[in-house]
Structure formats: structure tokens, C-alpha cells
């Protein structure tokens, strides 16, 4: 199975801050890689797919890179709405894997 | 739009079945793989099982492998999960989820979930 490493676990960030999440595979899995968003009690939101296209509707301050083993999920400019749970999630192969989450958390 | 609505979620005993349903409206339902995808409380998001467009394909985690089985019925827009030797670790809320058209596009939508407690 491939094991997806995200990194940090939790950050604390300002309204207006950078923030960049990175997420690591256990083995290559070219661009097949997703970003979800979960706010506390909601469901999870597609962002991104192809590790760096945004679904429709998803602001363009949000940004990904990456490909092989190494990916990122960028805020530009952290807005008081993105404050949520990350979790990036690799469908290269089954099963699919998701990294364990990086909690966003106002400073 | 695409509506994923889960239902059939609750309070099962240690060992006891449940068939967790998920309603499709919005696009074309034999188009596209579906998935099923938990998470218990407090905890991060588990792939449970998907299925191909046509039913034919199924994967399933090796943590419910044996004991879950995923179908579909394209005529009724619908998703199934039937969950047979409950235990304790399958507690949590189950997502229904819109793959794409192919086993390697990603997760578009997602429902609302539905809850299985397994509890004596």
C-alpha cells in the first residue's frame, strides 16, 4: 500500500499569512494526488486533483505542486474561511491512502 | 447539481449487519466509479471501497475485505454498502463519494454521511 505522509500535523496561522502544506508518498505516483478541505461537522471538500488543477469554484489563492513522491498545497493569503482541516489523498493505485491531515488553526 | 444523499446508518450490536444506501441525482449515474469513505470520530479519512461505473470491478480495504460488500444499481441511481461482523472499529461516519469515469480520476463530490455505531 502506498503511505501518504502529510507535514505538519497542525500550524497556527494569521488571516493574511502564507501557508503551505506538504504531503510525501511512499513510492512514485506521478500526479495522481487530490486536496480535501474539512471543516469541523461538515464534510470534506474536493480542491484540487491532478496535484495541482482546482475544482471549479475553489478560490484561486489556493495552489498545488508537485509530482513523483513530493507535493505542496499552498494558501497565498490565508482568509478566516480557510481555517479547516487538509487532507491530501493519492488515486494512483487501490487502496486509495490519505494523509493523516494538517489542522489550520487561527494564531 | 450532484446530490449524494446516504442513508441506513445506526446502532448495531457487536457482530450484527447494517446496508448503508446512497441516493445519486444530478449527472449521469453509470458514468462514473462511486466510493465509499469513513471516518470515525475524532479520527482522519479511511477509503473504504469503490466500484466501477458498471459494477463489474470492486476494491475494497483490507480492513473490511470479507466482511463488506459494495454493489450498485444504475437503474435506481443508487450505491449500496452491505456491512456484515460488525465490530467496535468500524464505528464512524460513511461518506458516499463521486469518483470520475475511470479507476485513476479523484474524488468530485461528496454526501453528507451517514453514522454506524456498533455498541452493546
Known amino acids: 500500500d502506498i503511505q501518504m505522509t502529510q507535514s505538519p500535523s497542525s500550524l497556527s496561522a494569521s488571516v493574511g499569512d502564507r501557508v503551505t502544506i506538504t504531503c510525501r508518498a511512499s513510492q512514485v505516483i506521478s500526479n495522481y494526488l487530490a486536496w480535501f478541505q474539512q471543516k469541523p461537522g461538515k464534510a470534506p471538500k474536493s480542491l484540487i486533483y491532478?496535484?495541482?488543477t482546482l475544482q471549479s469554484g475553489v478560490p484561486s489563492r489556493f495552489s498545488g505542486s508537485g509530482s513523483g513522491t513530493d507535493f505542496t498545497l499552498t494558501i497565498s493569503s490565508l482568509q478566516p474561511e480557510d481555517f479547516a482541516t487538509y487532507y491530501c489523498?493519492?488515486?494512483?493505485?487501490?487502496?486509495?491512502?490519505f494523509g493523516q491531515g494538517t489542522m489550520v488553526e487561527i494564531k | 447539481q450532484v446530490q449524494l444523499v446516504e442513508s441506513g446508518g445506526g446502532l448495531v450490536k457487536p457482530g450484527g449487519s447494517l446496508r448503508l444506501s446512497c441516493a445519486a441525482s444530478?449527472?449521469?449515474?453509470?458514468?462514473?466509479?462511486m466510493s465509499w469513505i469513513r471516518q470515525a470520530p475524532g479520527k482522519g479519512l479511511e477509503w473504504v471501497s469503490s466500484i466501477s461505473s458498471g459494477g463489474s470491478t470492486r476494491y475494497y480495504a483490507d480492513s473490511v475485505r470479507g466482511r463488506f460488500t459494495i454493489s450498485r444499481d444504475n437503474a435506481k441511481n443508487s450505491l449500496y454498502l452491505q456491512m456484515n461482523s460488525l465490530g467496535a472499529e468500524d464505528t464512524a461516519l460513511y461518506y458516499c463519494v463521486k469518483d470520475g469515469r475511470s479507476a485513476t480520476t479523484s474524488i468530485r463530490d461528496w454526501g453528507q454521511g451517514t453514522l454506524v455505531t456498533v455498541s452493546s
Open positions: 491532478a496535484a495541482s
Open positions: 444530478g449527472f449521469t449515474f453509470s458514468d462514473y466509479y
Open positions: 489523498q493519492q488515486y494512483n493505485s487501490y487502496p486509495r491512502t
